[in-house]
T-cell receptor, first 111, second 116 residues
Framework: AQKVTQAQTEISVVEKEDVTLDCVYE???????LFWYKQPPSGELVFLIR??????QNEISGRYSWNFQKSTSSFNFTITASQVVDSAVYFC????????FGAGTRLTVKP | DTGVSQNPRHKITKRGQNVTFRCDPI?????LYWYRQTLGQGPEFLTY????????KSRLLSDRFSAERPKGSFSTLEIQRTEQGDSAMYLC??????????????FGQGTRLTVV
């Protein structure tokens, strides 16, 4: 069964703080992809980053970075120097033949 | 192509009525997904099409729900005999089958259904 767990329901930080969003997944497939999406108050889901199951190299893209560890089935996402505009709900998604989402983490960045 | 389009954006209906939503995916995308999202929850998978074939259907989808994608382009989601528990945002997403499963899905803005 495919499952995605985001244990953090809500996180609140002050602007310029770094924040890490946790994601743990379950799948029996050996080939899969992991994505992070952002859902701002407007409601539309926006793609942020992806990682495939064969590449555990962690990367940085602007203020975003991610830590993928197959040994712990985790795909954590970090925003560096957070900004008020980062306030949104963030979803982790597992893609095999279909797409499954976690319950989301609501991030509030206060000025 | 401006992205995934969903119509209507909002729908208010009386309990017991039937409703139909439409999704127009990005034109070259052969994979189409329907999700339901309630307040404070992540998108819950409902069903998935590859071209015109409905490949998977969630157990969440009771027999009151049906989805079609007759020509492998747009899709419709119909809910018969609506119940108040059907009130939610219904999201459609599409992605290309090119390049395997690496491609991200693009989401529409959703149809918000309110059953009164």
């Amino acid at each position: 069964a495919q499952k995605v767990t985001q244990a953090q329901t809500e996180i609140s930080v002050v602007e310029k703080e770094d924040v890490t969003l946790d994601c743990v997944y379950e799948t029996r497939d050996t080939t899969y992809y992991l994505f992070w999406y952002k859902q701002p108050p407007s409601g539309e889901l926006v793609f942020l980053i992806r990682r495939n199951s064969f590449d555990e190299q962690n990367e940085i893209s602007g203020r975003y970075s991610w830590n993928f560890q197959k040994s712990t089935s985790s795909f954590n996402f970090t925003i560096t120097a957070s900004q008020v505009v980062d306030s949104a709900v963030y979803f982790c998604a597992l893609i095999t033949y279909d797409m499954r989402f976690g319950a989301g983490t609501r991030l509030t960045v206060k000025p | 192509d401006t992205g995934v389009s969903q119509n209507p954006r909002h729908k208010i209906t009386k309990r017991g009525q039937n409703v139909t939503f439409r999704c127009d995916p990005i034109s070259e995308h052969n994979r189409l997904y329907w999700y339901r999202q309630t307040l404070g929850q992540g998108p819950e998978f409902l069903t998935y099409f590859q071209n015109e074939a409905q490949l998977e259907k969630s157990r969440l989808l009771s027999d009151r729900f049906s989805a079609e994608r007759p020509k492998g382009s747009f899709s419709t989601l119909e809910i018969q005999r609506t119940e108040q528990g059907d009130s939610a945002m219904y999201l459609c997403a599409s992605r290309t089958g090119q390049g395997g499963v690496n491609t991200e899905a693009f989401f529409g803005q959703g149809t918000r259904l309110t059953v009164v």
